[in-house]
């Protein structure tokens, strides 16, 4: 499909309202609505202008058809039906095919109506994962009959859980009996682009956390590229009292083969806060790596950052002014092999 007509669209009378651009997002699988809003206020053209590019960019096989699903889900029939036929070939139906279409449309009914698929050996979802920006309103369903959901009672959703999408409906935290009809929170979520900040969202333990990490800049990208002998900030308990200390990476991954999440393993570093670790690198009986007893901390993302304001906790170095952004820590590590 040619990118330039595509951008084009979004200057021709392509918008009803105002507010489509927002459906429109959700349904090509856009995020980061609140970025795009915030960048181009009220002018839905130059809204939905960032829209389509990024869904070019992200998609690897943009094409006309795809694009015209999009709208017409999105209520735009008629702008749909034009593109098609001014940008489609027709195609004409092969009748060898019908039978196999048939049994594959069944099937799929089949699966859109079963369980939410099983977790893949790579720990993500076969369904879309997005994250709530927004406290919502969610309901408890029940499923006495397949592919029939009835309400029972409404409660109240946190920003920062992780929603599974499956077909019109967010399941919180992936559990089928609480759900979000996606209609009413697509322009309140973001996806989750990769297995990799999946596994990272996943083991952080509070929503309010997590989204904490989600939104602040920088954070996500720094945790994904993480490796063993980095130097680290992290969250440590004295006395009932939070500090900042310093710390070396010593294991990134999953601590069970049950739970996906990944966490660190660190190496308290700071002498202050020797003892104010859980481990000697040991969890439940198997070591991940070598240091002095309760030296070792195993830590979710939201625990573990490059900057102390990250953690909104302010590092002193010993007899020294606060760190901050730019400064470097008062320890040279050289990392040994766990």
């Known amino acids: 499909m040619d990118v330039r007509i595509t951008l084009k669209l979004a ?11 927002r459906k429109i997002a959700c349904e090509l699988g856009v995020g980061d ?22 869904w070019i960019k992200k998609e690897r096989n943009p094409s006309w058809n795809k694009l015209c699903n999009s709208l017409e889900n999105a209520g735009l029939r008629s702008k749909a039906k034009q593109i098609r036929e001014k940008y489609c070939e027709p195609s004409t139906p092969d009748p060898r095919a019908s039978s196999a279409s048939t049994s594959k449309a069944k099937n799929k009914q089949e699966e859109m109506t079963s369980p939410l698929a099983t977790t893949l050996s790579t720990g993500l979802p076969e369904n879309d994962i997005s994250i709530l920006l927004r406290d919502k309103k ?10 029939v959901y009835t309400k029972k009672s409404e409660i109240e959703i946190s920003k920062g859980e992780l929603l599974v999408q499956k077909g019109k409906l967010f399941y919180v935290n992936g559990n089928e009996s609480v759900a979000i009809e996606c209609h009413t929170v ?23 956390a997590r989204f904490s990490v989600f939104i602040t800049d920088g954070w996500m990208d720094w945790g994904v590229d ?20 310093t710390a070396v990476v010593r294991y990134v991954g999953a601590m069970t083969e049950d739970q996906p999440g990944t966490l660190f393993g660190v190496e308290i570093t700071d002498s202050r806060y020797y003892g104010c670790g859980t481990s000697d690198g040991t969890f439940n009986k198997f070591r991940y790596f070598s240091c002095p007893d309760k030296n070792g901390l195993f830590l979710s993302l939201a625990s573990v950052a490059m900057k102390p304001d990250w953690l909104k906790l302010e590092y002193r170095p010993k007899g020294g002014i606060p760190v901050t952004e730019g400064m470097k820590m008062d320890h040279n590590i050289t990392p040994t092999p766990a």
Do not use: M
């Open 226 to 245: 993480v490796k063993n002998g980095d130097e680290v900030y992290i969250r440590v308990t004295k006395g009932g009292d939070e500090y900042c200390s």
């Open 186 to 208: 697509c322009e309140n979520v973001a996806p989750i682009s990769s297995v990799v900040q999946y596994k990272l969202l996943k083991a952080i333990p509070t929503a309010k």
């Open 11 to 21: 200057e021709a009378e392509l918008l009803e309202n105002s507010d489509q651009w």
């Open 33 to 54: 609505l609140h970025i795009v809003s915030a960048n181009y206020g009220n002018y839905s053209d130059r809204c939905l202008w960032e829209v389509l590019s990024n």
């Open 138 to 147: 969610a309901e408890t369903v029940s499923w006495s009959i397949p592919g």
